[in-house]
């Protein structure tokens, strides 16, 4: 018995696994911007399980998530552009892009982390606008960011004389950048999927629970709330801070509008929508909110045309519409997200009755 | 006369007008069971908060196994070794009685994020030296059979031994009680009763607060009496219950 439910979820561990490998070249038939759709999909994965940590696992609700995004973004840019004529390679730029984003994280959680709920919502909200404002601005009297041009010509995710950017031969398989890409975000998603889980169920995360749970009561057994907050903050950012130094590379472009409060709205959205908490949840909410606002984007154009024989309404705008309403029935009718965990669809359903 | 463990010198506490606490010194002997009790409102409870550190005093201050407690941090009281129950039931309700017992162990353990995502060796011996004193307090308890139940699925008197056995978890000096009888039949009382002396006869102080007069008479070695935030008495039961001030405060009411 037991020996079956192992064999059947090692049996869909491997096919998922061989989906995840030949998605890249399925997704290539319908053209190398599926492949990029399928890349941004990835990394939103990574940076909303990163947020999953402070929201999900520590129930600090983060508004200006994508600043610590930003961090990492503008770090790579700096260190391997013409802007500064500085090239360093992968592993000291992102490690130091980590560091700086783990950095702001702790500035940004040790005055506000007394705050809760609504409050602290409001005060990560600004911080992420600052930091976008400062990227926006810090082109004068010295020129850092290059405001709002951004900067250009950044270089991509290299391991030694192994580019990631253009097509290359691997075993006889031409791969693109994007394929490329693609795998590497594989890679770190997986890399984040296992220390989500582990730090879930560890001495950590139990005291994570515990601080969301009550916090008073944790605070009486011992759990310095402090610390553990800032360490969740602290490990949030540093993810964000990943997740932007290598969508910097992946883009080769960057610019303050790309860190708009939008995105961290977005983030958030992922997290909640999947299912706070809950990895495969998580990971579900990021893919379907990054491929289905694109597949409106390319999809209701056409099928438009096809039934009226011309644009009734203009697919960009209809595509927040839909949007929205997806995210207004998800609320109504799955509260607790669309693959919750099991503890917290029951919390929800009690709470209802 | 055993140790002096926990002293409360000039403690005060005022929230606004109101005098919660005033000038109050008391101490608590190493090994003893100490009652503390008082009419609705006479400052038990807040006693307690200024204790555990979840309340800053106005004035005065505690001195616990030798050295003084910092106001304001409450992880550092459970560290150094006083342990608590609330009034309203405070458990992890969305978690197991289990998980809620290993939380009481994290003040005693060490894991760190590396330890969690490395799984190293000492992380998961760690972890299940967490777990298996987890399954025995709840043996010690007697809800051993609701471990994987969620906290707040448990019945009334089922929670109070949770709280007791996450308190007990944390290996405290010095257990605090607040009102753990409150709401229990008399076999439930009875038992509690029992599982109070056996925690003491095990080494731990206890300090209870209780409204069941009886309860405190025939458990208590010492008894403190609080009236409008003022000590009124602190002494044996036998003296305590024909203090004149105190019949006339409290058990004559
Ligand atoms: N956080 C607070 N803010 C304002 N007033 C408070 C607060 N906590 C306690 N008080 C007041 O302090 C006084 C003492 O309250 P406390 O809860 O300590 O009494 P108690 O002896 O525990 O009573 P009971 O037997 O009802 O539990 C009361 O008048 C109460 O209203
Ligand atoms: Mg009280």
Known sequence: MKNGRFFRSTAGVMAGAVLLLVLPFVAAMGGQAWVRILDFAILYVFLALGLNIVVGFAGLLDLGYIAFYAVGAYTWALLASPHFGLHLPIWVILPIGAGLACIAGVLLGSPTLKLRGDYLAIVTLGFGEIVRIFMNNLNAPINITNGPQGITLIDPVAFGSFKFSGTTEIFGLALTGPQKYYYLLIALCVLVVIINLRLQHSRIGRAWQAIREDEVAAKAVGINTRNLKLLAFAMGASFGGVAGGVFSAMQGFVSPESFSLIESIMVLAMVVLGGMGHIPGVILGAVLLSILPEALRYGVGPIQTALFGRLLVDPESLRMLVFGLALVLVMRFRPAGLWPSPERRRELEEAGQ | ?253
């Open chain 2, 1 to 253: 006369m055993s140790r002096v463990l926990l002293e409360a010198k000039g403690v005060a506490k005022h929230f606004g007008g109101v005098k919660a606490l005033r000038d109050v010194s008391l101490s608590i002997r190493q090994g003893e069971i100490y009652g503390l009790i008082g009419p609705n409102g006479a400052g038990k409870t807040t006693f307690f908060n200024c204790m555990t550190g979840l309340y800053v005093p106005d004035g005065g201050g505690f001195t616990f196994d030798g050295a003084p407690l910092h106001a304001d941090a409450p992880h550092q009281a459970a560290r150094r070794g006083i342990a608590r129950t609330f009034q309203n039931i405070r458990l992890f309700g969305n978690m197991t009685a289990l998980e809620n017992v290993m939380i009481g162990r994290h003040v005693r353990t060490g894991a760190g994020v590396l330890g969690a995502i490395f799984q190293t060796a000492a992380t998961r011996a760690e972890e299940a030296a967490i777990r298996q004193r987890a399954i025995e307090l709840l043996h010690y308890v007697r809800i051993e059979d609701r471990a994987g139940d969620l906290a707040k699925n448990l019945s009334y008197g089922d929670q109070r031994r949770l709280e007791i056995a996450r308190a007990l978890a944390t290996e405290p000096k010095l257990l605090c009680l607040d009102e753990p009888a409150a709401g229990m039949n008399a076999t439930e009382t009875a038992e509690l009763r029992e599982l109070i002396e056996g925690i003491r006869s095990d080494g731990t102080t206890i300090l209870f607060i209780e409204h069941d007069v009886k309860l405190v008479m025939g458990l208590c070695d010492r008894v403190a009496v609080l009236d409008y935030g003022a000590l009124v008495i602190e002494d044996v039961p036998a003296v305590v219950q024909k203090d004149q001030r105190v019949i006339e405060a409290y058990l004559g009411a």
